[in-house]
DNA sequence: CCGCCGTTTGGACGAATGTCAAGATTTTCT
DNA sequence: AGAAAATCTTGACATTCGTCCAAACGGCGG
């Protein structure tokens, strides 16, 4: 049998999932709880039997989308050896990512954008991205074990680089650039020897 | 004398220079036209007169910084005689700008990623962001030269990059991290012998 | 002084927003 | 089955939003 408290956090993921489509269409300034409300099959008092306020409820989303996020790269490093094959894997896994679900990442650039005005966001945000900050770390670390080097740069350092080429290549996507994706791979592959040098003692 | 459509372009760039304000301080989900009209010294129905809509005044407004912001980065490449001259001076002339309008620069990603969602920003949007990538490019290039190379990246691939890390300086500068300007201007420094191998051919 | 015209004001409008509460409905437990 | 608790709907509230407009202001030529 259920437990109540199970069921209760059952629908505020049932809820939250809506609202999260309805954020990644929308993006966040023109996002109501009515809207959002009209993404699930109840009706826009519900939200405040399950959340407290807007903010709990975008709050949650944004931690939500981060459970699914880290989920989404978790495996993806392992099946590569050689750098340039992982280099690859890693292009192509990113690339999918963004052709795959271009709205999400979308508002996942909105949010963090947010997070710069709203307090409240901030601590989720940046909860997130050290999530990816790690996820392309591990890139970065397996590509210079592979390659016989040591990274050149910080973690933080790397993750800003493969952001703003991933930002970019969105942009270019949502803007209907065809060679947004093909630039976006090519620039990925060819970020990773720039970041690793030889190791100075073999 | 003055002539009339000159006294009405200066109007609509002072109205435009206080929602600007606004907006910076705000960002563009919770700035409406009476919060702009409190930052001037008219009341909120002169907006109507000088712009047609809410999304004329924003476009406007975006132009107005635009023409800010490549003024701003005019200058500034000429007198380094070093390449580590040259990309120190460049992290010290980008880290200067976050320091001394961090808000404003939250302005800029704030609509940027605004223009994702509204076709209306998109064009403005991307001519700004020409210009950011030529004057990215321009240092690049700089770059190369003193060092007796060439650039290995394209101008878009270089901007982003370096977007990717200024971005993230500001996130962080905005969490009050101590660290984020000295390791942006680190970050800054390390890219550019990253982005140029020797040339092939001398 | 009048009347003209560009400018500015302040209030009004309907629509949309976040929030709330009272009641209807469904589920759960005894 | 019936009571109690939960879930959900509905309508209302005070605000705020973008937009519009009638009226007032102000300088200037006649």
Redesign the interface.
């Known amino acids: 049998m259920r437990r109540r408290v199970d069921k209760f956090e059952d629908r505020r993921r049932e809820l939250a999932d809506a609202a999260l489509l309805a954020l990644a269409d ?5 996002t109501s709880l009515r809207t959002i409300a009209e993404h699930t099959k109840f009706s826009h008092g519900l939200l405040h039997y399950y959340f407290a306020d807007k903010v709990e409820l975008i709050t949650y989303c944004v931690r939500r989308y981060k459970e699914a996020c880290v989920q989404r790269y978790e495996g993806g490093v392992g099946a590569a050896d050689t750098p340039s094959a992982l280099a690859a894997a890693c292009a192509d896994g990113l690339a999918a990512a963004l052709e795959e679900a271009p709205l999400m990442h ?1 508002l996942w ?2 949010l ?6 709203e307090e409240a966001f ?1 601590a989720d945000v ?1 909860e997130i ?1 050290e999530g990816l900050q790690e996820m392309i770390w591990r890139n970065v670390s397996a590509y210079a074990e592979l390659a016989g080097a040591e990274p ?3 973690p ?2 790397a ?7 991933f ?5 270019r996507h ?2 209907e650039t065809p060679e947004a994706l093909d ?1 976006f791979r090519r ?1 990925v592959r ?2 990773f020897p ?2 690793v040098s030889r190791a100075s003692a073999g």
Chains 1, 2 share one sequence.
Not at 26 to 30: D, P, S
Not at 112 to 117: D, G, I, L, N, Y
Not at 167 to 171: H, I, K, S
Request: with cysteine; glycine share 8%.
């Open positions: 929308l993006g966040y300034a023109r979308r650039y909105d963090r954008t947010q997070s710069m005005f901030r940046a991205d050149n740069c910080s933080s350092e993750y800003a680089l493969f952001d703003g080429l930002q970019q290549a969105l942009l949502l803007s630039d620039g060819e970020l720039r970041l």
